[in-house]
């Protein structure tokens, strides 16, 4: 039988994903370090330890594909019009926003897609707390188990 604390203990390792917001790479060092100091309490708040890791490492990996894909159709896109050679830019300043490179949309699809996923993220990580609360088991979807 799971008890109330086991139940917060869960709750709150899936909560301290939002210290990303306080300070860098929190919601990835916060429930890690309470997942180690907790994780032999129960075999409940080591699963749900697990399954909060595993899912921020899978959020990190998938946002650095993102990255990685996204920014140079971007800075092609912005950078494709310059010359470099031409310094004399305050004589000739010469901005067309009147036809965006095709770059440019898939750059912005790629961000937008950034965002969904940054939304999303957080409802999956709201859904989990929740699980954890009332006792239930939670898998979160498309996480790859980097802990086993």
Request: aromatic share 14%; net charge negative; charged share 15%.
């Amino acid at each position: 039988m799971v008890t109330n604390h086991q139940k917060n203990l869960a709750t709150i390792i899936h909560l301290s994903t939002f210290s990303r917001f306080i300070f860098p790479f929190g919601n990835i060092i916060a429930p890690i370090v309470l997942w180690v100091v907790n994780k032999d309490k129960s075999d409940f708040i080591d699963t749900h330890g697990k399954q909060a890791i595993n899912f921020q490492f899978s959020i990190l990996l998938y946002a650095l594909l993102i990255g990685i894909v996204c920014v140079p159709f971007f800075a092609f896109s912005v950078f494709s019009h310059l010359d470099i050679l031409d310094f004399n830019a305050f004589n000739s300043i010469n901005i067309n926003i009147t036809e965006p490179s095709p770059l440019f949309y898939i750059g912005g699809s790629l961000g937008a897609l950034a965002v969904i996923g940054f939304i999303i993220e957080l409802i999956l990580i709201v859904k989990a707390s929740l699980k954890a609360k009332d006792g239930e088991d939670y898998h979160y979807p498309f996480t790859i188990e980097f802990i086993k």
